[in-house]
DNA sequence: ATAATATAGTTGATGTCGTCAACTAAGTTT
DNA sequence: AAACTTAGTTGACGACATCAACTATATTAT
């Protein structure tokens, strides 16, 4: 095993928790926890998402998708609308508000980044970058579990 | 702003998802949570950590963290043991059971990661290294929020 | 066509979990 | 030694995800 491998799962995990549900966005901008936040994100990015799908990329029974999706539209940031195509499936559609929240908290997020990036040379910055799309995209491959 | 910026937030964001309680340790090992794992690991690193100090490395309260020890402790992986020096104080213990089991969970995310990283030639490996040295520094100076 | 089966989503019951506020117990200060 | 501070615990509570059973829509087989 190479040696550092020991080192960067701790490095991840720690750097996991800090962003995870106890760190960034326990409960962040105002009434939504991270789980709904995600949900949200993974919605606005690509649009007519099913209940289902959202649950799947998340890791959640469908059950507990159709209880986020509950919750965000009883606080007002998406709808269901029938698939017109298939009508057991629900889509989630962001409502203007949902929008502006998911770009808010983004914004916010990032400048949390930039904060901490702030004093790193270009080269550097791109390096960060460089080596977190090779650890994502290997999650990726890998799947959950 | 670094144009990288917004691209980094995103990668940490879902790299965090995947190792997060959704992730790798939603139920990991038989019956510990990733919030129990996390503080069985943090006491396991340095020994002798009262209650509020685990609170406050993971972002609980002192009541919450009471209630993980608790959880630790009806399960056989920790102990509770008095100060000596403070009566107030609780020392969180590890059993031989925590022990084992901490090193083992750490054992299987490490191979997990190291599956993950398997065709990346080490220099490749080694810039990751430094690059999540480089973001857990950051976040670890600005702290939670 | 229609009956049987499969799939998407919902919901009541349930158990887990973290917080708040009030509490106990042990130190510290005056 | 009285007043205050600090560490930890606990009952009540609300938030949340799951399971199993259910409805409704779609697909397949006869």
Redesign the pocket.
Known sequence: MNKYIPDIYNLIQELSWRFGS?GLD?ECCGDL?L??YMALKIAWESEEL????I?SAL?????????????LENKGYAV?K??P???????VVLTAKGTETVTKIMKRNTAYVEEMLKDLKPEVVKNVKSALEILVNSVRRQGFI
């Open positions: 106890r326990g926890s789980v709904e099913s209940i289902q799908e649950g890791n959640f029974t469908k059950s507990g998708a159709s209880r986020i999706i509950d919750r269901r029938r698939s195509v298939d009508g057991r499936v629900c889509c």
